[in-house]
């Protein structure tokens, strides 16, 4: 293979910019899917992100494309998500990469992930074409938009292609730009074998496939070969390129290709993303540097409602996290619940996007318990605690300090909702630092403000205020002190641990109050009382009951003494007391889903 002959390159954008559409055009174009067989997200292979409308995980592709210099091009296509959540597949999918083409929307403009990407693009020294997408849409501005490339990404004029991803206008420009401008992948094929594994997926029949992009050297099928990380050795069962959608074998894979191979790997944890690939034989001496590895900002358990399905719910894990490796989790227990897994995510969106696709592609049955960000915690004999979960908040009067994580929050939103969107970010502890007017009509304004704040509801209650014209993106600062406590929910007495949040004092009363009404309404009403209480320690700041449902014991009393039905009444009144001692309160799914959306 020519190395002067391979382009590889990404598509990336904020969410909803048109990238998905922009690469079935493209795919079309190259012949890679006739019109026949032609959707729409063609590389979009999940139901879910079908349903969604979202781009959920990166996808590569190898199309053939002979450009108008007469040459046979080879393109490795990576698609890649926009929402914030999924920051983590961008990085490792540009780490495999020479080029990325940024879409902006012709009428939405200039994002704050869109911003968040090009300097993501930058980090990694991509060469990046920009293009403006929906130029078809009746709104579209293509000169406001252009300004803003300008002005906020120091783009020249000449180098902004216009395109309709929807029609095809345009998109074999950007092909013909891709060719020409994006530079060929710079490797030795003679050297030592340096394979960079930045995708893998779980084939009942294969086993996990490992998706590399080869940096030097070369591979060929039955060659042993050593992952660095976790030294340990396999032997290549099937080597090959992921080419017009299809798997496809091939007998070798050299420096700046980019491929999948099979080695009967089984278990999912012998494989880490980022790793470098080697030959046993002829090791190299040393592993590339991989990607950065983002930590996890936000978590909550997860449990099987089966107690018996816990050991699939392993197994389910293990594998999902072959295709998302920003998804962490650990082993826990919990009185209510029994076994289950804490888990990291990215974000909220990221939380919901596991949980579905969990019960969805592995057939569980789950109950998540309320999202919590990682707390520190300064004990007073000098020990520091990371507490990502209620239980592992120590006594009051062993803390010393407790600080929470606070984030960079980048907005841009139109210029006639400053007001508001200042409002609310500063109702949720945002301190102020820069205000910045983009091409008349749009501001960017930059927050230091608690995670906590703006992991929940933020992000929904910012696209209700500019009617779905705001974005933000957020990256993790520091750490800061916060007046911290643990705000229970009891049940009849019962400490519900699924329910349990670590909260600032401040807002504890508010939050304590709108989860009992809001269990409320979700609670069906049993045969007896139930009582629910947010409690902080011993002392109750919220309680509600629900009454219980009502039984007509003396309909078959006719006549005779008064005393007769206060016997009855007397024994009702026994046994709804010894049920309230001993019942079971079956608390439906929904609510505690209805839970997370609540917000002090």
């Not at 020519?2 to 382009?7: A, E, Q, T, Y």
């Not at 190259?30 to 999940?46: C, I, N, P, S």
């Not at 050297?217 to 396999?234: C, H, L, S, V, W």
Request: overall charge neutral; aromatic content about 8%.
């Amino acid at each position: 293979m020519d190395n002067s002959l391979i382009r590889n390159f990404s598509i990336i954008a904020h969410i909803d910019h048109g990238k998905s559409t922009l690469a079935d055009r493209i795919l079309e174009l190259t012949g890679a899917v006739d019109k026949r067989h032609a959707r729409e997200q063609l590389l979009d292979d999940m139901d879910l992100e079908r349903e969604r409308g979202i781009t959920i995980k990166a996808s590569s592709v190898r199309l053939n494309y002979r450009a108008s210099d007469g040459k046979n091009y080879i393109l490795n296509l990576i698609d890649t998500p926009g929402h914030v959540d999924f920051t983590y597949e961008v990085s490792k999918s540009l780490a495999a990469c020479e080029g990325a083409l940024l879409v902006v929307d012709a009428v939405q403009g200039v994002e704050a992930q869109t911003v968040a990407n090009f300097y993501l693009a930058k980090e990694n020294k991509l060469v990046i074409i920009p293009v403006i997408n929906k130029i078809d849409m009746a709104g579209a501005d293509i000169n406001r938009v252009k300004t803003q490339l300008i002005e906020m990404l120091n783009f020249k004029e000449e180098e902004i292609l216009a395109v309709s991803a929807k029609e095809g206008t345009g998109v074999p420009e950007v092909l013909e730009r891709v060719v020409r401008i994006i530079p060929p992948p710079k490797s030795n094929s003679q050297g030592p074998l340096r394979a960079l594994v930045f995708d893998c997926r779980y084939d009942t029949f294969k086993g996990v496939v490992v998706f590399v992009r080869v940096m030097e050297g070369k591979i060929e099928t039955a060659k042993n070969i050593r992952f660095m990380q976790t030294a340990k050795d396999y032997k290549i069962e099937e080597l090959g390129v992921f080419a017009d959608l299809k798997y496809t074998k091939t007998d070798s894979l050299a420096g700046g290709e980019v491929g999948y191979l099979t080695a009967n790997i089984r278990d999912p944890k012998e494989v880490a993303i980022g790793d470098t690939i080697t030959e046993t034989r002829h090791p190299a001496p040393f592993a590339l540097p991989g990607f950065k590895k983002l930590k996890p900002l936000v978590f909550c358990g997860i449990y099987p409602v089966n107690a018996k399905d816990f050991n699939s719910l392993r197994q389910a894990m293990d594998k999902l996290r072959l295709s998302d490796a920003s998804f962490v989790f650990e082993q826990e227990s919990s009185i209510s619940f029994g076994y289950g897994f804490r888990c990291g995510f990215l974000g909220l969106l990221h939380m919901e996007i596991v949980q579905e696709r969990l019960e969805r592609e592995y057939n569980l049955n789950l109950i998540l318990t309320v999202p919590n960000v990682v707390y520190r915690i300064k004990t007073k004999d000098g020990k520091v605690i990371e507490a990502d979960n209620p239980a592992k908040l120590p006594p009051p009067q062993d803390i010393a300090e407790a600080q929470e994580p606070y984030t960079s929050l980048l907005m841009i939103v139109p210029t006639e909702t400053i007001e508001q969107v200042c409002e609310l970010a500063k109702a949720r502890r945002g301190i102020h630092r820069s205000t910045d007017y983009i091409s008349g009509d749009r501001v960017e304004l930059i927050f230091d403000i608690p995670l906590a704040e703006i992991i929940v509801d933020f992000y929904d209650r910012i696209k209700s205020i500019t009617h779905g014209y705001g974005s933000i993106d957020y990256e993790f600062k520091e750490y800061l002190p916060v007046d911290l406590v643990r705000l229970d929910i009891l049940i009849n007495g019962t400490i519900c641990d699924a329910f349990s949040s670590l909260i600032q004092k401040d807002k504890a009363q508010t939050k304590g109050r709108m989860l009992v009404e809001k269990l409320k309404e979700l609670i069906p009403r049993q045969l007896f009382e139930v009582t629910i209480q947010a409690a902080i320690g011993n002392k109750i700041i919220a309680s509600d009951k629900i009454r219980p449902l009502g039984k007509h014991v003396t309909a078959k009393c006719y006549g005779g003494d008064i005393t007769r039905k206060r016997k009855l009444w007397e024994k009702q009144k026994m046994g709804k007391k010894r049920m309230k001692q001993f019942g079971k309160i079956e608390i439906p799914q929904e609510a505690f889903l209805e839970v997370l959306k609540v917000s002090g």
